[in-house]
């Protein structure tokens, strides 16, 4: 198609050019996805315009799989020819039995992304006869709020997640609806809404992870311990330690991630963690020490203080806790003297490994 | 003798007629899937599952060993994969040839204290290092274990739900994971493994495309002859069994497969020449046995260029190991041959890779020896075997012409003169091909009757200037 068009600059030379092809060659553009959209519209609405009842017919019902793959060719174009025309259509073609109408469907509609697509859109979403996540992805935009608010009291646990998953706590009829959702009986809708408001981040987002980071849940736990981290407030440290000795590596992982992003208010809370019994703890305390750059930091000054032995002893126990991987990145992260002390404390260590 | 081979033409005549049946009965299915795949290829959005925070995040796994000729080009294409959310973990296993070098360069590679989830044992880890230019990558350097041990490596690193086996050699088209997750996302119960149409090129990271953006096929015999091989294997072959629902081989060079069922089968297999027809048939085996209901697919669109053997002696190695392999395997899971529990796969899987992988090297000597003698003892009339060649010539000719057309139909990537160019080539395969690969197979054959299970370094072949 792309020599045809390429002397065709102006959507009036382009249409010309259309208007010469073949039927089955403008079809082909019209209902190709990966095509131009100007162009598909273009093709479209030279071939509604010649045969707008065939085309029309042949986008309401199928009847087998070769008319299946021509209905959805021709929802495509109708969509793209004449769009108040193909919004009866499309939403009939969303309650069909077959996935693939309907998954055509929910694409036209997406793409259309006017109210009315939007609302047909969210009523396919409550309805599950399609993958919600496809559903989704057209639905992630603030437009679509209004029409996502009442899904936080369907009965049905999924149809909660997607409207906790989709909703942002920007505005503030989103914000106490999201909220009323962290004591949701789902675990999985409790992780969606701390997931929602790490994304925004700020005080929501660390008041809601602060509530729900003892969730008996580990994957809430660890949206708990991100939406924390993601909220900036460093009163908060203490509460994210005590989850670097969660049974589970997902949790330590993210409170690992939060603590990091929290940066220097919480290597306070860290210092002792080192000493910890549990072997994960004291990895993780140093992980975090190395992420914010606090070893470092104490190994420069350590360098200029060669007689401050706490700060030896505490760096040294940072890279005994931290293990080989630790020391490695540790001597990576400095130059000169102070990666001369580093190594001579590392020399020093009796045993390496940690863990 | 003339009873003798009169019975043996006999064997082999039938053994060639239900070889070419049974690929014709695939070619009726590929056609189907491929008709299916191209017509929902084309009304999918790959823009919105290109842009949405749901598409489900992919971790990448690259093993790496003694690329140092190609992993800039090969972390460029990685790094150009058209994906919302993704990683790339790459393990270097053990390179000698400064390809780490090269990484650490390129990609500003520090140190760092990552962790893994300890899933599958592995050689030693040396060094786990984070780039500074794409914070996507991270590189695991270790001890040279083989391609499986880095694989395991990797996935003890990854995070996401899906993986993504690639290989350290091939270079990736942007849409490769785009053209195969839009399917995984619309079924990520059921869907477990899903592979992609793999093409093959003397020099993959050489763009050989017109001024029209077409593809065009390399100006090299051996190169048009693989080229046409790659086309009837994933098109003719893995369409079909992915529609019938026996997808035996997801091509190592580009697999997707989801984590927990790697997890659950304890990683890649350091048993076996080759890593990925032996994980395939596993995690048949494991889900056919345990009754769950799962799918492993293949998709016509093209996922990647992966380099060639330049060389006959290069070809030989590389099919030899191939066929070796596919015994191992085959020998391996043969409980699954003709067995209820194990449904279409015992039926008309084993039966099918029995019939054209076991059973082709000793009936294709079989049928040389019987046409030496044949002639020796003039029982053959030459003129009647000229007949019968043609005909051999000409049925293969057609299952070339139809990959050929299934990929235009599918890609419409290619000029059309050189895909004419292609289909003249046809015909001439069983001459000047196939008997390459008849000795390679035996060769294959007779080593893994030896149990041997050496993996002999492939040789680059010679770098042109890159346009």
Request: charged share 25%; proline share 4%.
């Amino acid at each position: 198609m792309q020599h045809w068009l390429r002397d065709a600059t102006t959507p009036a030379e382009q249409e010309a050019v259309l208007r010469r092809l073949p039927r089955r060659t403008l079809t082909g553009i019209a209902s190709d996805a990966r095509v131009d959209r100007a162009i598909s519209a273009a093709a479209a609405l030279i071939l509604f315009q010649r045969r707008p009842a065939l085309l029309l017919q042949r986008a309401s019902a199928h009847r087998n799989e070769a008319e299946k793959w021509r209905r959805i060719a021709t929802l495509r174009i109708v969509a793209l020819a004449d769009r108040e025309t193909a919004l009866p259509i499309l939403r009939r073609a969303l309650s069909d039995a077959d996935e693939d109408v309907v998954g055509a469907a929910v694409r036209l509609l997406g793409e259309e992304q006017s109210d009315d697509a939007l609302a047909l859109l969210v009523e396919s979403l409550a309805d599950g006869r399609y993958p919600r996540s496809q559903i989704a992805a057209y639905l992630d935009t603030e437009r679509a709020a209004p029409h996502l608010l009442p899904l936080v009291d369907h009965p049905a646990d999924d149809v909660r997640f997607w409207a906790a998953s989709l909703l942002r706590p920007s505005a503030l009829d989103a914000e106490l609806a999201l909220a009323g959702l962290a004591a949701d009986p789902s675990p999985r809708v409790r992780a969606a809404v701390l997931k929602s408001f790490a994304a925004v981040g700020g005080g929501a987002s660390a008041a809601i992870g602060r509530d729900l980071i003892h969730d008996p849940t580990w994957f809430v736990r660890a949206q708990a311990a991100r939406a924390i981290g993601s909220g900036g407030n460093p009163e908060l440290v203490h509460r994210l330690v005590p989850l670097l000795r969660d049974e589970q590596w997902w949790v330590r992982t993210a409170a690992k991630e939060a603590l990091a992003e929290l940066g220097p208010s919480a290597e306070h809370v860290l210092v002792p963690m080192l000493r910890d019994d549990d072997a994960f703890a004291r990895n993780g305390a140093a992980e975090v020490l190395l992420e914010t750059g606090a070893v470092a930091r104490w190994a420069a000054k350590a360098a200029d203080e060669p007689d401050d032995e706490p700060l030896s002893v505490m760096i040294g126990a940072a890279l005994r806790a931290g293990g080989d991987r630790v020391q490695q990145a540790a001597l990576a992260a400095v130059t000169g003297r102070t990666r001369q002390k580093l190594a001579r404390l590392i020399e020093q260590m009796p045993d390496s490994t940690s863990t | 003798m003339r009873e003798f081979l009169f019975v043996a033409t006999g064997v082999c005549l039938a053994y060639f007629v239900a070889a070419f049946g049974a690929y014709a009965l695939l070619l009726v299915f590929a056609a189907l899937d491929n008709a299916i795949s191209s017509r929902d290829a084309r009304a999918d959005d790959l823009r919105a599952l290109e842009e949405s925070r749901f598409t489900i995040p992919v971790s990448v796994l690259v093993p790496v060993y003694n690329e140092a000729a190609v992993i800039r080009h090969v972390v460029a294409a990685l790094r150009d994969l058209r994906y919302p959310e993704l990683e790339l973990v790459m393990a270097v296993d053990g390179s000698t040839d400064g390809t780490l070098e090269i990484l650490r360069a390129d990609l500003q590679l520090e140190p760092v204290a990552r962790f893994e989830r300890h899933i599958v044992d592995t050689k030693p880890v040396r060094e786990v290092l984070r780039s500074r230019v794409d914070p996507r990558i991270l590189v695991v350097a270790k001890e040279n274990g083989g391609k499986a041990d880095a694989l395991n490596c990797a996935l003890n690193y990854a995070r996401y739900r899906y993986v993504c086996c690639v290989d350290g050699d091939t270079i990736y088209l942007p849409e490769a994971l785009l053209n195969t997750m839009r399917l995984v996302v619309r079924d990520p119960k059921s869907i477990v493994g899903i592979t992609g149409h793999i093409a093959v090129a003397m020099q993959p990271e050489r763009l050989t495309v017109d001024a029209d953006g077409r593809a065009m096929v390399e100006n090299k015999l051996i190169a048009n002859f693989q080229h046409i091989e790659y086309l009837r294997a994933f098109l003719n072959a893995r369409l079909a069994w992915s529609r019938l629902g026996f997808m035996l081989c997801a091509s190592g060079a580009f697999a997707i497969w989801r984590r927990d069922l790697l997890e659950e089968l304890g990683g890649f297999s350091t048993e076996y020449t080759c890593e990925d027809i032996e994980f395939t048939f596993r995690a048949h085996e494991h889900l056919r046995r345990t009754g769950v209901d799962y799918r492993i697919l293949s998709t016509p669109q093209i996922a990647a260029r992966t380099e060639g053997p330049g060389t006959i002696r290069a070809l030989v190695r590389q099919r030899e190991r191939w066929q070796r392999v596919t015994l191992e395997v085959i020998w391996s899971y043969r409980r699954m041959l003709l067995r209820r529990r194990y449904g279409v796969v015992g039926f008309v899987g084993m039966p099918f890779f029995l019939l054209t992988e076991v059973l082709a090297p000793p009936m294709e000597l079989v049928s040389i020896v019987t046409l030496v003698l044949g002639i020796a003892y003039r029982v053959f009339d030459v003129r009647v075997y000229a007949v019968f060649l043609a005909s051999v010539a000409m049925a293969n000719a057609i299952m070339t012409s139809a990959a050929i057309l299934l990929e235009d139909i599918s890609t419409r990537a290619f000029r059309l003169d050189h895909l004419a160019r292609l289909v003249v080539l046809g015909p001439l395969e069983v001459l000047v091909y196939r008997p390459v690969l008849v000795w390679a197979r035996l060769k294959g054959f007779w080593r893994f009757l030896r149990k041997e299970r050496s993996w002999e370094t492939f040789d680059r072949n010679p770098r042109l200037a890159s346009r």
